[in-house]
């Protein structure tokens, strides 16, 4: 904790890789903390994973039972929000709102002067008298215009009892202790109040804020979320847990993308719009689309259409050299006077229109407020020209079936996440990222864009005796393997020696949701199996699978209950994961892999591309999964490795195919190279070493 105070003093960031049940949140908020409220900053903390966020809100109340702090949790507006309103019409409702208070209130002063001036004229005043009539005018001209609002406006009646009325007792409420979003959407429900906008405007200088990484990683909720703090960047201390996440996260969110329908919508919008500039707009916006559809219609081979299904599926339109293929074919159909100026025409008009659309709307002339597509399309378009052949940017078309048939959509993904991180992380005061796998550090610190961030790694902080990680010696489960049923024979008989001489439940992962479904179909041993499924609440899975006591959990190593989730004690005392899981190695993929190659490979080294892209995230996926079972100094387990590309005494033989060395030092250590028919016997002596068969053993 010291150096985590003594870093933020210093204004450094810090990279905290502490194993899973280590406490690495108590022990970065604390002296967070303890610093930011010395200094006057404010801490926020955030994950993306749910249960982190219930986890923080327990030791939020832990500190608060200790120290009292104002804390807050945040969410946003669409789960909190009582009459089911999207972004921009809440934001319209605001205003015409707000617009109706303030104008009882100047009545309301106007009356208060009318009256004193009323006073004056009865002792004689003239001027006085002169003076109220003009007052009076006022008042019934503000009176018409009340009125009026309050018949064809629209206003929220929650947000205006927020106004006007007294919210001391909900703030008092608030801050007694660490209350959730539902919490706060119940109290309000019940006063007819708008939980949300008292949130935001009781987040002005707290000590503590709990919220999800898209309020800092998306630029545009970043500076309205820092505004609501009322703090400048430099005053705001940002804690990411699951920090290896933050990578794929602000990839995620700097992604741009523009549909085919958002197209369609532009121009039939121009084609109703009287106004010289819609020629213009159409311009562009319709040789976008044609360029569009062009594309993806050309990159069709025989039967590829039909076989299109509702998922969005990838269209790969990058070249070596020169602009990609959809840009070529968008000048090509353009067919204006002159390209930039029609743009410019075509993003002021739809920031014209949108602005026309957003006054209907508190006016009361439509009930809902009209999004503008062609403002969307314009500055889209506008994007994709300037960015699509920056280092780092990937330009890829989407396509899917819809009930209409095939559609597209443009985008634009962003391979590198410094681009995103990098400037967050400048203008912050100091960042923590505490996560169970974040090294190699000289990685994370490239793919996040660091400045010399202080490096802290606690490794496994329990007794080793509690522990065994078994590398076991079965095939390399490589695409090629899989569907062999000699492999399959030898990895489902491993799987359920593992699960047999379990005394307890037992995790299984898998690198995809299909190889899980496939082991959980042959698993044909006594301990009652769960699937884990796409789509299927994990919470009520993982709850169901700990209620039991001789169970196992077929799960993809790519879902939610491979990191972020508790199996304490006697929930898992095993986990076993199966397989190397490697990401899909698409397209995209490829992207990714150049770009990390050209940022941090010497003269582009394809192995540094590799390294960073793939193997390294990979290797943390099962490390995470590792770190489910073993939680505490009291708790102990064992882990299984099912695939020879984890074990030591094949690395030389396997080479580059090995992920053994992407191991840290001190966990490969721990890797016991074993046969498949030698792992019950060693499973069997090490929980009997543990004590923990409460009765007879299995029989090997």
Known sequence: ?????????????????????????????????????????????????????????????????????????????????????????????????????????????????????LDASKEGNGEAAEARGAVMEELDDLETSIEALQEERNICDRYYNNLTGNTDEFYSWLYEDVRTPDDIYEYAHEANLCGY????????????????????????????????????????????????????????????????????????????????????????????????????????????????????????IDREEGRDELSVAFLQAYTGQGFDTDLEEALALGEELDRRYEQAYKDGETTTRKECPTLTAAAFIEEWMESSVEPGQYPVLGVRRTETGVVGRAELYTCLPRQVTEPLFEELHATILMSATLRPFDVTEDVLGLDDPLTMAYGEQFPEERRRTYAVETPALFASKRDDPTVQETVGETIEDAVRFTPGNTLAFFPSYAEAERYYHRFSGDSTPYLDEPGKRAEELRQEFVDDDDAVLFTSLWGTLAEGVSFDDDDARSVVVVGVPYPHLDDRMEAVQRAYAGAFGEDGDDDAGWRYAVEIPTVRKTRQALGRVIRSPEDFGARVLIDERYMASNHAELGDYSVYPSFPAEERSEHIDIAPEKLKFAMLNFYTDMDSWGGDPPTP
């Open 1 to 117: 904790m010291g150096r985590i105070r003594e870093a933020l003093v210093e204004e450094r960031d810090v990279l905290f890789e502490g194993a899973c049940g280590t406490g690495k949140t108590l022990a970065s908020l604390v002296p967070a903390l303890e610093y930011g409220r010395a200094a006057g900053k404010t801490v926020v903390i955030t994950t993306n994973v749910h249960q982190q966020t219930r986890q923080f809100i327990e030791e939020a109340r832990a500190i608060n039972a200790q120290e009292p702090i104002r804390s807050v949790v945040f969410r946003g507006k669409a789960s909190m929000c009582h009459i089911d309103v999207g972004y921009e019409e809440c934001q319209a409702l605001r205003d015409t709102t707000r617009e109706l208070v303030d104008k009882q209130q100047d009545i309301a002063e106007l009356e208060q002067r009318e009256e004193e001036l």
């Open 197 to 316: 906008e008292l949130l935001k405007d009781g987040m002005e200088g707290v000590d503590l804020v709990v919220c999800n990484y898209h309020h800092l990683l998306d630029p545009m909720i970043r500076e309205q979320f820092f505004r609501w703090l009322g703090r400048d960047p430099e005053d705001i201390i940002v804690v990411f847990d699951e920090a290896h996440n933050v990578a794929d996260a602000a990839r995620d969110h700097a992604t741009r993308t523009l549909a085919e329908r958002t197209l369609d919508g532009a121009l039939d919008e121009l084609d109703e719009c009287d106004d010289a500039r819609a020629e213009s707009a159409a311009n562009v916006v319709g040789a976008f689309r044609t360029a569009l559809v062009d594309t993806y219609e050309d990159s069709f081979g025989f039967g590829e259409r039909e076989a299109v299904d509702e998922e969005w599926e990838d269209v790969s």
